[in-house]
């Protein structure tokens, strides 16, 4: 092994192999040599163009005060008068010359700074900071742009430049005038623009004082979830030194969601209550102008009264109602009205005919809801052009991204003379002091804001005010009905809360200011439980429009929701019954409506089964009562049940199979029970999939469709009773429902009644009237049985129906 140039030659070492080739060494990287940063041209030239202005200022006023010298002849003369400023050009030439030769070689520039001012340097950086040294060179400057004054103003005015500098200001006071005039119309003009993006820029914004806000957290009914957690964030708001004291931070930032009238902006309303601090209202419609940039300007100007008022009170709460309109980037501007994209199918229950959407759970109904918005528009109905390009939307003009720099921008320093007094006098300006602002933001469309809005810094705590729970329910009655006289009891109040399951704060003070001017028109002061039930039926289903089926229309429609309300009585145990009506509405003829009878948050096959049997009892009901013939009311009952056995067999794993259908489509896979096609050959594997999916589906509600025909075959006298009960009272309640089903005495229907084998024969035999004149389109040929006094020898049966 040898040494060759501070490289190992290892062919002579035993062993080691010889590489075929040439051997290629690296180079050693070149040592970069110092020299000076180039300098920009305006650098390089700025003095030297001050001392040739400064020149010929000087000159200008020779022939300004001389009418008779020319300014060849005053050049001539000042460059001899003035030949010190030629001399002070000639040295900054020089340092330009010697600075250009530093920035070319490497030896000449550091021979001048390590050996001519090294030491110097050395001292100076020793001695004094970085900030000392900044502030030591710029008075330097500015002393010698004053001594350069001085000695321009002294050479044009004649006088030396001590009096120069006294006689400046009168100077200045004589160009007042044209100064002014100038000043005048600039002004005048910017006026016209700043006076209007102004006026623009008001309103909006409400502010609350401490004493103006009485809403406490006491008022806040059902959410104490969510309560206890903004609590949190007011304890933070006022003692700051209890997380800041351990290297935390305070949460500026919170976000309600949830339906609407969840009491979210209340929340609000008592977070500045309590606190007693200023309570900010902001219209995010507002910030929505014709004019690019007056909604940045609005919400510049808001955090700079909010800023204010933190300062004056020690913190502030700014609360942003439908943020969604202000903080989103347009992700909903092909909507429709209704928040629907354009060009979507409607959902399972628009048009007439039975409303079957109302029996089903919140849940099915959520699902049904989705499935319709999820196809694509057609081809046809969709735009071709986008007019207007989002401008003027939510966000639009740069509004969101400024409120997203007032959200977590860095703060300038505060105040004028603190800005730039204390930098001209060579000073730090002061920090900026700790701004105490709880920005509170809601929403019921979370998905709509953007996530640059959402990431912590911004909003830091999320929280979700969903629909209260059925003891919050019944401690917002409860607090509503204090408010007013009232002969509601304890049990009463539990009956309220669970027939209104999806109840929120808004609805539960609609649904008694209701109750109380039903009982006022009535001529009564007290509110009963009557009251309140008319009210909620009256705003569930809005009044009846004053129309009246003929009797054989009216008697098929009954039997049609008495089919539903007793498959729904018999089978269904997560659900109850609130109402059935044959009253026709806006866009249905009579309805079924159900309720949970207690707060669930999973669904089970059973259940969905069950929901299916309810909905397909109308399409057995009239073919079994009306000899086989069949209705289009059912077509909404068809749709409901279809969509929950689809999802039931293609997603849910609650049919024959497990597999998963979007996932066999996504992967392009055959599906379990699949085949072939009708030509006895494969197919695409999507048709594969569909055409196996379509034939569970219909085996699964054939197979629903005949359970539904065997119940109602059991109950035959309980659907007549239902109808008759229907058409006799056309709405009834979920307890006289169960009262005519049961045979027993209810709220407001005797259902004994219908207990009596005599009454029940009377029904079948108006029944058959009613069907012949359905068959042959002609008036029924029997009366409606009356129902009668009990008095008068209607004495009910010793036991009731038997329940299946």
Known sequence: MTIKDGAVDVSDVAGAPVPEGPQVHEPPPEKVEPKRKKMSLWDRGKILLLL??????????????????????????????????????????????????????????????QKVFGGTDRMVKRRWSDWTRFRVARAIKWAALIVLVALVAGAALGT??????????????????????????????????????????????????????????SDVWGQDHVVQRIRENIMFLEKPEEIEAKGGYVPGGLLLWGPPGTGKTLMAEAVAGETGKPYVFVDPGAFINMFMGVGILKVKSLFRKLRKLSLRYGGVIVFFDEADALGNRGTLAGTAPGGAPRGFTPPPFHGSGCHGFSYLSRDTQSLLFRNSMSEAPPEETRSRFMMGGMQGGGGGGGTLQALLTELSGLKKPRGLLNRWGRRALGMRPKAPPKYRILVMMATNMPESLDEALLRPGRIDRIYRVGYPSKAGRIMTYKGYLDKVPHEITDENLEKLATITPYATGATIKDL????????????????????????KQLKELGPPEDVEYIERERHAVAVHEGCHAVVAFRVREHMEIDLATIEKGSDYLGMVASIPPEDQFTRWRSEYEADILVSLASLAGERMFFDGDSSSGVSGDLESATTVASFMEGFWGMGSTVSSYSSSRRLEVGSPGGGRGKDGKDGKPEEVVRRALADRIEDHLGTLLERAEDILKENRSSVLAIAHALETHKTLTGEDVEAVLTGREGVTIDGRIYADPDFLSQLEEYHAAAAGAHRAHSPVRLALPPIGNREEGHTAASTPPPVV
Request: charged share 15%.
């Open 160 to 217: 030396s430049p001590f009096l120069a500098i006294f006689q400046a200001p009168a100077l200045i006071y004589q160009a007042l005038p044209f100064i002014f005039q100038l000043a005048f119309a600039f002004f005048f003009v910017a006026f016209q623009f700043i006076g209007l993006f102004w006026l623009l820029s008001r309103g909006g914004v409400d502010t609350y004082y401490p004493d103006d806000i009485k809403t406490r957290f």
């Open 512 to 535: 008694v200011n209701e109750a109380l001017i039903t009982a006022i028109r009535d001529g009564r002061e007290v509110i009963t439980y009557k009251d309140l039930v008319r009210a």
């Open 52 to 113: 040739a202005v400064a020149f010929f200022v000087i000159v200008w006023s020779q022939v300004a005060d001389n009418p008779l010298m020319t300014f060849s002849d005053a050049l001539r003369i000042e460059v001899v008068d003035s030949q010190w400023l030629l001399w002070l050009a000639g040295i900054e030439l020089l340092r330009q010359i010697h600075f250009l030769v530093s920035e070319k070689w490497s030896g000449y520039h550091v021979f001048w700074t």
